[in-house]
């Protein structure tokens, strides 16, 4: 039997968080509903009709029925839950998985930020594109740059919305950061970026690679953009050369181009680390695809064993995880590490295999799921296309122009 799911739940996206949750924290269920605060779930369970979630949800997710006593969780709270007791055990799930995706599972999935000599560095992690969008500061003065901001987008709907933002935005408060730059690394075809969104928020300026205007001008061309749209960067503030410096504070950061997954990717060496873009990926994951338009796999090995030629201690921060189920989403390795342990580009792997793996395997990948909102909205520096006259912006989609498969 199924159970209808409870209107507003995405159920992919449950899925996905909830595989995560399994794999990360079941086992310790206890603890994490002391973290997400027991008695507000209770108490908002209280508050609520009970609501199924799917019979598929729980057998595809191993969960098993249960009960708030189930979890440990009867000190005091047993008022809370008695109509819950007498409906079907699932209905317990919906308020404290609501609770764990909205706060206690970014919260735990953040973790604390990565101390440098002179920067701090706070990453959040988007499950539903694994992305990883960065918050690097300097300690002294509290400048900031933002890298790779993420904004949601339901396909479904045509929606957009902003949670991913609002948690880098909290940590901006929270940290009473100034943001100088919001630092693109590439033109992303899986997300729609945040950028503009967080330029009005923040007045902080965006920043990309100066080839993005190849970028603009390809897709300018296979979405027929309007004709206001212009590939000459001016959507963005500033546009990077290869090698140029820029500061953070008053911590000197460069930004190096890394072309090969696109034209116009950069990466940003900052304080003995680097934000690599779509070059590296985890040591387990490798490498980033090198098929869309103006892409390069030969052009990929030469800006990665750029990288890797980077002091062996120069911590990594990826762009994305793809994690195997075995382990939960990671986003920061070091130089050494990736040298030893990629499985595409570790010491000995030549340009040619490196080639030959990347064309054969880019070869098998579908488009990503947002690749046709994300472009026509990345190539604007994060803005949305212009409102027809009624005031709507609307998406374009070229029909039988993108390659299904390489
Ligand atoms: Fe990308």
Redesign the pocket.
């Known amino acids: 039997m199924v159970f209808p799911l409870a209107p507003g739940i995405d159920h992919p996206f449950v899925a996905q968080q909830t595989q995560l949750l399994r794999q990360r924290w079941l086992a310790n269920i206890e603890q994490l509903l002391q973290l997400a605060d027991a008695h507000l779930a209770l108490r908002q369970l209280a508050q609520q009709q009970p609501v199924f979630i799917g019979e598929q949800f729980q057998h595809a997710n191993g969960l098993r029925g249960g009960t708030a006593q189930d979890f440990g969780i009867n000190d005091g709270m047993g008022q809370h839950v008695g109509d819950s007791q007498r409906v079907a055990p699932m209905s317990i799930y919906k308020p404290i998985y609501w609770l764990l995706f909205d706060s206690t599972y970014q919260a735990i999935i953040e973790r604390e930020p990565f101390m440098s000599r002179h920067t701090a560095t706070q990453a959040f992690f988007d499950p539903a594109t694994g992305t990883a969008t960065y918050v690097v500061w300097d300690r002294a003065s509290r400048h900031a740059a933002i890298i790779d901001p993420v904004l949601d987008y339901d396909f479904k709907s045509g929606h957009t919305s902003t949670g991913s933002l609002e948690r880098v935005l909290a940590c901006v408060r929270e940290n009473s950061l100034q943001i100088d730059w919001i630092l693109e690394?590439?033109?992303?075809?899986?997300h729609l970026s945040g950028a503009h969104e967080l330029k009005k928020r923040t007045g902080g300026r965006i920043a990309i690679g100066e080839r993005i205007r190849e970028v603009q001008a390809t897709f300018g061309r296979i979405f027929n953009l309007e004709h206001g749209f212009v590939p000459d960067g001016g959507q963005f503030d500033h546009l990077f050369k290869d090698g140029e410096t820029f500061m953070i504070g008053a911590v000197q950061a460069t930004a190096l181009w890394v072309a090969g997954?696109?034209p116009a990717?950069m990466a940003y060496r900052v304080d003995g680390a680097v934000f690599v873009?779509?070059t590296l990926f985890m040591p387990d994951v490798g490498t980033?695809r090198a098929d869309?338009p103006g892409g390069d796999a030969h052009q990929l090995y030469c800006s990665i064993q750029r990288l890797l030629q980077l002091p062996p201690e120069t911590v990594i921060y990826v762009?994305?995880d793809y994690p195997p189920e075995s382990r939960e989403p990671q986003w920061q390795t070091t130089v050494a590490e990736q040298r030893a342990k990629n499985i595409h580009v570790r010491d000995g792997i030549g340009e040619d295999e490196f080639v030959a793996m990347r064309t054969a395997r880019d070869g098998t990948l579908d488009m990503?799921a947002l690749i046709l909102p994300s472009i026509q909205v990345n190539v604007r520096a994060g803005q949305l296309p212009p409102p027809d006259d009624n005031g709507i912006a609307y998406l374009r989609i070229p029909l039988n122009t993108l390659p299904v498969h390489r």
């Open positions: 690394t590439h033109a992303h075809a899986d997954h696109t990717d873009g779509d980033a869309f762009c994305h990503p």
